[in-house]
C-alpha cells in the first residue's frame, strides 16, 4: 500500500515535468531565432566600398548587423540599417582573375582562332548583388559584388530579413527639373567650388540597376581624381546645401544596348554594349549651363559593366572642358 501511495503523489510531479518541458519545447520553436550568418566565400568586389580594392576577391557575409566584405588584407562594412534598397542581376564574365585576364594577352598572340576558343572556355556566368545605401550625411553610396550563380537573391532576401530597406524602384529617382536641351555648350570657361552628382536618371529606358550604379560610382570617383573641383559630393550629401556656387552634375540614360562579350572576343565586330546618355551640368537656380548627348561603349575586352567606365571617362572630359 506504501508503494501505491507513493506512486499516486510522484506520478503528478512527473507528469508536471514533463508539460512543462515539452511547453518549453513549443516556446523555443515559436520564439524568434537568431538568423543564422550568410556567406558567400568567393564573391568579388567591382566598386564602391573605400577600403577595398576593386576587383579585389573575398568573403561576402551578413553578420552582426551589417553586410560585411573582406579579402584577408582589407575589409569594408554596410551597415544594414543603412541599406535603402537591394537588387540583383547576371552578367558573363571573364573567370579566373589576374590569370584569366593574363589569358586574354596570350589570346592575342595565338595562331588563328586557338586563342579566342581558349577565352571562350574561360566563360563564367555570375550574379550580380548591388546595394544602394547612405552614410551619416545622407549622401546616396552604392557597393556591387559578382556573386556565383544562384546567390544573389538569397542574399537579397536575408539582408530585407535583416531590416534593409527597399525603398528605391529599379530605374526610378526622385523628381527633377528637366534636363536642358543636349548638345549646349558654355562659351567661356566656368567655374564653381562644387560639384554634387546626382544618381543617374532615366528616360524610360530598361536599364539593370548594376549600370546605373556603377556609372554613378565611377562619376564620383572620376570627377574626385580629376582635380577640376576642391569639393565633389555625392547625391543626398547635406553638406553641400549651404555652397552658393555648387553645380549638379545630372546623368539621363537615353539608350542601352546589352551586348555580349563572348560575341566582341570572338568576332570583333560583334556584341559591343552601349550606354547612350544626356549629361548636364546645372547651376543651383536649376538653369542648365551645358549639356551634351554622350555615348559610351565597350568593344572588344571586358565584361559588359565595363561600359560604365568609358561614359564617366566621357563626362569627365566635357567637365574639364567647360570648367
Do not use: C
Not at 554596410?78 to 558573363?92: L, N, Q, R, W, Y
Not at 598572340?109 to 572556355?121: I, R
Not at 552614410?135 to 559578382?146: C, H, T
Not at 527639373?177 to 529606358?205: D, F, H, P
Amino acid at each position: 500500500m506504501v508503494g501505491l501511495a507513493s506512486l499516486e503523489i510522484v506520478n503528478p510531479f512527473i507528469l508536471t515535468l514533463i508539460g512543462l518541458a515539452a511547453a518549453g519545447s513549443v516556446w523555443a520553436q515559436l520564439s524568434p531565432q537568431p538568423a543564422a550568418t550568410v556567406a558567400v566565400p568567393n564573391a568579388r568586389h567591382v566598386i564602391g566600398l573605400d577600403n577595398v580594392k576593386q576587383d579585389a576577391a573575398g568573403k561576402l557575409a551578413i553578420q552582426d548587423g551589417a553586410l560585411q566584405f573582406d579579402t584577408g588584407q582589407s575589409e569594408g562594412k554596410v551597415p544594414i540599417a543603412s541599406v535603402d534598397d537591394v537588387f540583383t542581376g547576371t552578367e558573363t564574365t571573364q573567370s579566373g582573375g589576374k590569370t584569366g585576364r593574363n589569358v586574354k594577352i596570350v589570346a592575342l598572340a595565338a595562331p588563328y582562332y586557338s586563342g579566342k576558343l581558349l577565352t571562350l572556355f574561360m566563360r563564367t556566368k555570375v550574379d550580380i548583388l548591388t546595394v544602394a545605401f547612405h552614410d551619416a550625411d545622407g549622401a546616396l553610396e552604392s557597393a556591387i559584388f559578382e556573386v556565383p550563380v544562384g546567390q544573389a537573391a538569397p542574399m537579397r532576401t536575408q539582408l530585407i530579413q535583416a531590416g534593409a530597406q527597399t525603398l528605391l524602384a529599379a530605374g526610378s529617382t526622385p523628381p527633377t527639373a528637366a534636363i536642358g536641351s543636349a548638345q549646349s555648350a558654355a562659351k567661356a570657361k566656368l567655374s564653381a567650388s562644387a560639384i554634387q552628382i546626382a544618381m543617374v536618371e532615366t528616360s524610360g529606358v530598361q536599364i539593370p540597376a548594376e549600370f546605373r550604379f556603377a556609372v554613378y560610382e565611377r562619376l564620383v570617383e572620376r570627377v574626385r581624381a580629376s582635380g577640376a573641383f576642391p569639393k565633389v559630393y555625392r547625391a543626398g550629401d547635406r553638406a553641400a546645401a549651404g555652397i552658393s556656387d555648387l553645380v549638379t552634375l545630372r546623368t539621363q540614360v537615353d539608350a542601352f544596348k546589352e551586348g555580349s562579350q563572348t560575341k566582341r572576343e570572338l568576332t570583333t565586330v560583334a556584341g559591343a554594349t552601349k550606354v547612350g546618355v544626356t549629361a548636364a551640368v546645372t547651376a543651383r537656380d536649376g538653369h542648365t549651363l551645358v549639356a551634351q548627348n554622350i555615348t559610351g561603349q565597350v568593344h572588344y575586352f571586358g565584361d559588359n559593366l565595363g561600359v560604365t567606365n568609358d561614359v564617366a571617362k566621357r563626362i569627365v572630359k566635357l567637365l574639364r572642358q567647360t570648367f
